[in-house]
């Protein structure tokens, strides 16, 4: 028998694992993402790399862990997440592996751990305790056994070494803004053209209880802008500038979920001033006696946040502190001449841009490096944990992490949670195989020409279907019929002797034209390009009618149009009368191209060029009933 890869060389070993057969789950509040699903992700993340170009963001691909004391520092000690969520391990330095269970290794190994913490390279707190206990329980076996360790010593020695910290301590990021920070100082992105604005889109980490919408490992879409101060720079004097970025930012991101199509988005704004006696700090002390006066009402977690973070209890969701909390002081009340003035110039551009938004005096966030704008976005469907974006000003945090003054702006949308959200709004419809063509060979000696047809397609990007070889012509076309592929390109023998290949449309059209046809080898690949545009074009309409873009009902691309143009949904820009005949010229040739009808060269590089921008303009369109997604199209 034939041994499976890798694990073959174990021998019995091998055979012993495969006796006690175990299936592996992935790990909770982790999942895997599939096809058809993976595709509306896929779409999102372009969408989102699109429209945070037009405003001039670069992408940047931060590590996913990072130095535990990154994420302590900025996101802050008393934080859920830092307290509570974060996945954090100790990267053992490899010259620190375990040594043997020999005497003479472990005094060796002693030592060097020692010299370790002496240079610096692992931390003396902690491990310098550990090591002068195993030196003593080492010594013990000099005295007694003569250098062979016990049993009972070992495992002493053992549980010690376990309790050693052997290097860094690490944290799979949480979230990015601390990463980005990090990367600008490393960088020295201050010397850059200011402000830096980056964007970044990837796998995030926190220990959290998983519910719908909430996960341990979860996706996020997040934007930065920052900006070092230059000479002469701050204070009073810049609160329009950063007011108008911190609404440009949040603009982006409206845009973002309104060229998604999303749905039921609401966006909350508040400020929560600046670090200063005169404003945050001078309202944390009143709202600390506040709180204090009404404790006991409270449940345990505000009453250990009005010690360790008070103005988390404003976040608070229970039910009976409500009432509670809607009589505390309120921030805007407490706020700086320069933060009012901030906020109140924040709301004026958000105005200006013609943003939506309602203030929640309580909108807090959980992460302690914000100051001033803060925001949350929501939207439909999504249960309890309704949050789609959550964002604000971050100024001091890149000094915070020994860089230089600077400024910082910036979101994080859950991506899992704008899927469900996309989802929940247009329920995903089967989605059918998108193959544009079948390619097959009529027999055994034509096959490798079938295939070197296919790749040619599939260079032009067409998607093709190839049964598997030998497979039965009828088989094959009953095949592609049930996966509704249109055309089969069929490479038979003496038609290839004749310099041809033969064309099958699978399904009668409403558009005349013959079922078989023959179309010389050299228009392949400018049958495949007008054919893939047709298909492309017939998926588009159809959703934009609302139908299954995959569905078949016979009904020609034509017909369709017309339904189209009556029904009133075809976006302005095509009701413009050049542009309606032009269309129907540009039908007409893909059709008649698709039933094999010879046309001058020019009409078919005319109906590449104009059905590409049709296209495109298409893609600009809203989609009510786009396959997976409301707008997504
Ligand atoms: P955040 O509010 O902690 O902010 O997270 C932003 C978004 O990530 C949330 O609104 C939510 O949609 C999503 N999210 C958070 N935790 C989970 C989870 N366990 N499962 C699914 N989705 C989750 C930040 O992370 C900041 N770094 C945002 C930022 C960037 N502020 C300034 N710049």
Redo the contacts with the bound molecule.
Sequence with gaps: MERVGGLSGAGTAFQELMAEKKKFQAIKGTRDLLPPETELWNRVEQMAREVFGTFGFGEIRPPIFEPTELFARSIGMDTD?VGKEMYTFTDRLRELDWPKWTFSDFKRWIHLVDTFVQEGKIPRFRNEDILDQMRATVASFDRDLNGAPETDDLRELRDLMEQLILGDSLTLRP???ASVCRAYIEHGMHAWPQPVKLYYMGPMF?R?RPQK????Q?Y?I?A?VLETLQPGQGGAKDVPKDATVDAEVIEMVMTFFARLGLEGVQLEINSIGHAAENCRRGYVQKLKVALEKVKEQLGPDSQRRIETNPLRVLDSKLEREQAIIAGLPKIADHLCDDCKQQYAEVKRQLGLRGVKYQENWRLV???DYYMRTTF?ITARGLGS?N??????R?DGLVELLGGLPTKG??????E??LILSLQHQQPSREVGPRADVMVTSSGEQTWQEAVRVASSLRQQGLVVYMPNPGTRLNKALESANRQKIRIAIIVGESEMAAGKYVVRILRPFEEEGPRDQQIPTNRLLLYGRLAKLRNDLERKVRGLLGENPQSFKGEGLGMILQRLEADKVLPNFFLRTTLKEELRDLVQILNRALHGSYLTEGSEEWALVVGNLVLAELDRTKTPGSEDAGALQ
């Design positions: 997440v979230e990015a803004t926190r959290e919408g909430r996960y341990r979860f996020q997040g930065e966030r959980g992460l949350e944990q949050a789609v974006c959550g964002g604000g971050y702006i910036g979101f994080a949308i859950g899992d949670r």
